[in-house]
């Protein structure tokens, strides 16, 4: 199964070329770095990047992440991934740009 993390310009050009990241400002202060499964990523760009251009899609293996992944209640008592490490560049498989079109962010069709 595919878990997403939607990144800001700056914060995935950091993951890039630094190799790993402990996330945006919101999963440092939170202690985790926040996942979305494919259905729960449109709503998460809706509700955390509502307007914001320049946005990367990244793709990553949940079982590829181990035991620091955590399934957790979060929106409405849906559980959200959360890794509880550091994420490396390597764990990611693919990256797309997520562009707004008509004011929405535009998902890749072939998300799980």
Known sequence: MLIYKIFR???????????????????????????????????????????????????????????????EPSRGGQLFPHLYRALKRGEVLWSKPLPLVDGRHAFPEDME
């Open 9 to 71: 310009a700056a914060e995935w050009a950091e993951l890039d070329q630094a190799g790993e990241s402990l996330g945006a400002p919101v999963d440092r202060a939170d202690g985790f770095i926040h996942f979305s499964t494919a259905a729960q990523a449109p709503e998460t760009a809706a509700k955390h990047f509502a307007g914001e251009d320049g946005l990367v899609l990244a793709a990553l293996d949940r079982d590829a992440l181990g035991e620091a992944l955590k399934w």
